[in-house]
């Protein structure tokens, strides 16, 4: 396990790192650690995200994933699961996100099963992705109401609808990040060591990096830091 903090600054990018993905945990640790409320954690988690989209931007790379509610989420009291649709609403309307996404570019990207949000979250999610479809910044995908194992499975149904054969190609074609490379890192903070599943598929050679940082503390010089851990893997594909 890689540690939560270090002194130097300086690194230099490995060139076929493009994109990263993001389990963010550890927002209601947080809270509890900082004597905030449950939901102040998630939203601090939020703006922690949008801090990095610009500085993953500075660092050259291409494609972010952040997964941001599990399909499992679901499956929580119904108050915590509200009060996260309506905080994801007020973060996805705020000026700030906003600005943010138009200064550097940026194209956004949802995954994940849309059936389950309420109509005002599709909307603006739809909004953003049509707004952006032709940006040529940093791509940013935001895993919500997504599960690994339900993508796959969504994505065979696809196939089998199309009347196409099923094989590794189209499978990659179907799933929700069609067009987009598969992250080479994925990151996860708050000290668990599991995909819990996020990104199953596309996950088969990544570099996994985990830390003991809670996600709102996770920043620029640790994002580095796993960067540079990449950077000394010796990536063979099973070759």
Known sequence: ?????????????????????????GNATWAKAN??????????GMQNMMTLILKANNLGLKYLTFYAFSSENWER??????????????????????????????????????????NEVHDIISSYEEKTKSNTGITVCIA????GRDEIVRA?????????????????????????PDPQLIIRTSGKQ???????????YSELYFTDTLWPDFDEIELKFAIQKFGRSKRTYGK
């Open 1 to 25: 396990m890689e540690s939560s903090r270090r002194k130097e600054d300086k690194i230099t990018k490995k060139d076929d790192l493009s994109h990263v993905a993001f389990i963010m945990d």
């Open 35 to 44: 004597g905030k409320s449950l939901m102040d954690g998630y939203r601090s």
């Open 77 to 118: 009291p119904k108050k915590w699961v509200s009060d996260f649709m309506n905080l994801t609403l007020t973060f996805l309307k705020g000026n700030d996100f906003i600005r943010a996404v138009l200064e550097i570019d940026t194209r956004i990207r949802v995954i994940g099963d849309g059936t389950r949000l309420s």
């Open 144 to 147: 919500l109401s997504y599960g």
């Open 156 to 180: 065979a149904r696809r196939i089998v609808a199309s009347g196409s054969e099923i094989n590794e190609d189209s499978m990659t074609k179907h799933l929700d990040t069609s067009g987009i």
């Open 194 to 204: 599991r995909l819990s599943n996020f990104l199953l598929w596309q996950a088969y």
